[in-house]
């Protein structure tokens, strides 16, 4: 599983990104290393990671702010690494786009689960793929190798979040669909009594398909459907 994936590590502590990255090289990965938002940058300026291990508080920017920036240019999966204070700062982080986080301090054992995890579901997700690598839905082809989508030609940005979504919601087409139900299809967990991180995704991903042909309509009471419009 890790042949050939490259981890980019992007902790201050050089300590622990010493150790970290030891563990992941031992486990077989291409590992980058960072300290800073601006050495982060840098390297992916040359190179497009599989996976970033992204700490929350950085000398120079916050990791929350760092995610929203890359997801503009990257579909690597993002994991963050906070303090259990951190926790609304984690929150914030995983609507901004990130796709997993680990407290510190945490076993090695559990950091490589979680990597490891993020690749191996990009691989079902590339042997199960409908109709091969595309998937088209009038003006939306959405690429389920790469998960990357597109509108009319042009590529959406979409975080692993907003495109898991999509990717819902197009196969679902024309059903109401309730907010638990999407939740637990996309995040792979119950939703609980907070759906923040679904309303903001929701919002998110309307503005990037709204004036085309299809659209999300939101369902009193039940939930929510993807439809052509009228």
Same mark, same amino acid.
């Given at each position: 599983?890790?042949?050939?994936?490259?981890?980019?590590?992007?902790?201050?502590?050089?300590?622990?990104?010493?150790?970290?990255?030891?563990?992941?090289?031992?486990?077989?990965?291409?590992?980058?290393?960072?300290?800073?938002?601006?050495?982060?940058?840098?390297?992916?300026?040359?190179?497009?990671?599989?996976?970033?291990?992204?700490?929350?508080?950085?000398?120079?920017?916050?990791?929350?702010?760092?995610?929203?920036?890359?997801?503009?240019?990257?579909?690597?999966?993002?994991?963050?690494?906070?303090?259990?204070?951190?926790?609304?700062? #984690?929150?914030?982080? /995983?609507?901004?786009?990130?796709?997993?986080?680990?407290? @510190?301090? $945490?076993? %090695?054992? *559990?950091?490589?689960?979680?990597?490891?995890?993020?690749?191996?579901?990009?691989?079902?997700?590339?042997?199960?793929?409908?109709?091969?690598?595309?998937?088209?839905?009038?003006?939306?082809?959405?690429?389920?190798?790469? #998960?990357?989508?597109? /509108?009319?030609?042009?590529?959406?940005?979409?975080?692993? @979040?907003? $495109?898991? %979504?999509? *990717?819902?919601?197009?196969?679902?087409?024309?059903?109401?669909?309730?907010?638990?139900?999407?939740?637990?299809?996309?995040?792979?967990?119950?939703?609980?009594?907070?759906?923040?991180?679904?309303?903001?995704?929701?919002?998110?991903?309307?503005?990037?398909?709204?004036?085309?042909?299809?659209?999300?309509?939101?369902?009193?009471?039940?939930?929510?459907?993807?439809?052509?419009?009228?």
């Amino acid at each position: 599983m890790s042949d050939g994936k490259t981890v980019l590590l992007v902790e201050d502590n050089e300590q622990l990104n010493l150790i970290n990255r030891r563990a992941l090289v031992r486990a077989g990965y291409n590992v980058l290393t960072a300290l800073s938002i601006l050495q982060a940058r840098e390297h992916l300026s040359k190179t497009e990671p599989d996976v970033i291990v992204l700490d929350i508080m950085l000398p120079d920017g916050n990791g929350v702010d760092f995610c929203r920036e890359v997801r503009a240019y990257t579909a690597a999966r993002i994991l963050f690494l906070t303090s259990v204070n951190g926790y609304e700062q #984690t929150l914030e982080g /995983l609507t901004a786009g990130g796709d997993d986080y680990l407290n @510190k301090p $945490f076993d %090695l054992n *559990l950091l490589l689960a979680k990597i490891a995890a993020f690749l191996r579901r990009d691989e079902i997700v590339g042997r199960v793929r409908p109709h091969g690598k595309l998937l088209v839905k009038g003006p939306i082809t959405l690429d389920i190798l790469t #998960t990357r989508a597109f /509108l009319n030609g042009q590529d959406m940005q979409l975080s692993q @979040k907003e $495109f898991a %979504l999509l *990717l819902f919601f197009v196969r679902n087409e024309g059903k109401n669909i309730s907010g638990d139900e999407i939740y637990e299809n996309v995040w792979r967990q119950p939703m609980m009594e907070d759906d923040t991180a679904l309303k903001n995704a929701l919002s998110r991903l309307r503005k990037k398909i709204e004036n085309n042909e299809f659209e999300i309509v939101a369902v009193r009471g039940v939930g929510y459907r993807f439809e052509k419009m009228e």
